[in-house]
Structures are given as structure tokens and as C-alpha cells.
């Protein structure tokens, strides 16, 4: 147990379907992040967010749309997805911005069809 | 550009010793992460070298070269539990700080 918990854990979905992910940290975190796990491929960092705002947007498609409604809660909102976005999608915490030590969550594992 | 390498896949006995190496071309950096990810599960820390040398905790050592680029997490007497993805990653933030991965070294321990 990390501290950080995702729901759901697998999400399955089709293009034309809205769908959003959800990430709660028990930690008292300041910064929370989206992170894209790819087969075979490197960690992707998304999204960073410090104290309930966005600080980093690594070009993500605009079909991905994060929401930090207060330090503990941190969404990704999902709407009409292609294929090649499934992955596993991991959320992650830190103390403050600048600790690198990150808390991951187990993520959601999303099939879009 | 930054760079994150590391073996796809190792294989190992239980009882024996397993050395992974990571190799890193960042500009910009600041320590060196390991990570441990056992499949469907939240990677979790492992290790952090900030200096070069050599720390150990446990069954597990991670080593650091800051002139060469080159990092290795040594796991000794290993057990099948073992079994599980490291992440390699280097730190290259300031006040923003930023990781890089690698793709992660899948190891297989075998009876």
C-alpha cells in the first residue's frame, strides 16, 4: 500500500464514450501526476499539478483533461479516445513539487475499442 | 536529448546475484532513481543516489557513477518474489523537478 489509491482498475471504452479516472493520495502531498505506461516504453509524465494547480502539460492531446479539485483528489478526464491511448495510467504523488521521490498509485489499465 | 538505457529482459536463479545496469545521458541531473514494479501493481521506491558510490539496504545495493553516466541496482540472494519490472530513473529538475524513465528491465527469477 503506497498511500496513493486509482479507480478504476481496468476501464474498457469506446472511442465515442466519456469516461474519467480517479486518484486519491492519504499522503499530504502538495504535487500529484498523471503519468502514461506504455508497453514496452518509457514512463510518459502527462500532467503535474502543486497545490491544486496545473504546472506541466507535456502536449497531451486535448481528448485528456486533468482536474485537481483540492491537493488530496486528482482526475483525468477521458473523451473520445483513439486506440493507441490504451495503456496503463498511473498516478503519482510528492511532497512538494520539487521532491522527486514519487508515491505511485496500482493505475488503471484502459482498453479503448 | 535525454536518455534512459536499460536491458528489456534478464533471467536469473533464486539464490543467485543479479546486477542491472542503467546508463543515462541527461542534461541536467540531479540523483538517480530505482524503482521496483511487480506486474499489476504501483511502482514502488526503491533506491536514490545522489553521490557516486555505492548504497546498500537489505538484499539490495544500487550504485552510482556520476562521471560515466552509469548506474546498477545489485539484488543479492534471490528470492522468486523478486520478479518484477526496475525502473531506472534519472532526476534532471531544479525547483521543478522532472524524472526520466527507462523502459524497465523485466526480471525473471527462476527456480
Known amino acids: 500500500e503506497t498511500g496513493v489509491t486509482q479507480t478504476p482498475r481496468h476501464l474498457v471504452m469506446g472511442m465515442t464514450n466519456k469516461k474519467s479516472l480517479k486518484c486519491e493520495q492519504h499522503l499530504g502531498h502538495n504535487a500529484m501526476y498523471w503519468y502514461k505506461q506504455s508497453a514496452k516504453k518509457p514512463l510518459e509524465l502527462m500532467f503535474v499539478y502543486s497545490l491544486e494547480e496545473r504546472v506541466e502539460n507535456n502536449s497531451v492531446p486535448s481528448r485528456f483533461s486533468p482536474e485537481c479539485p483540492n491537493s488530496s483528489h486528482l482526475f483525468l478526464h477521458l473523451h473520445t479516445l483513439q486506440p493507441e491511448d490504451s495503456a496503463l495510467y498511473l498516478c503519482?504523488?510528492?511532497?512538494?513539487?520539487?521532491?522527486?521521490?514519487?508515491?505511485f498509485g496500482s493505475g488503471t489499465q484502459l482498453s479503448v475499442l | 536529448g535525454q536518455n534512459i538505457d536499460q536491458p528489456t529482459e534478464m533471467t536469473a536463479t533464486e539464490g543467485a546475484i543479479v546486477q542491472i545496469n542503467c546508463t543515462y545521458q541527461t542534461s541536467g541531473f540531479n540523483g538517480l532513481f530505482w524503482y521496483q514494479q511487480h506486474a499489476g501493481e504501483a511502482p514502488t521506491f526503491l533506491s536514490y543516489n545522489v553521490l557516486d558510490g555505492l548504497e546498500e539496504k537489505g538484499r539490495f545495493s544500487s550504485f552510482l557513477s556520476r562521471s560515466k553516466g552509469y548506474s546498477y541496482l545489485l539484488l543479492k540472494e534471490l528470492q522468486m518474489k523478486d520478479s518484477a519490472s526496475y525502473l531506472c530513473a534519472a532526476g534532471v529538475g531544479g525547483a521543478t523537478n522532472k524524472l526520466i524513465f527507462g523502459t524497465g528491465t523485466l526480471l525473471a527469477v527462476q527456480p
Open positions: 503519482a504523488s510528492s511532497q512538494d513539487r520539487s521532491e522527486e521521490k514519487l508515491f
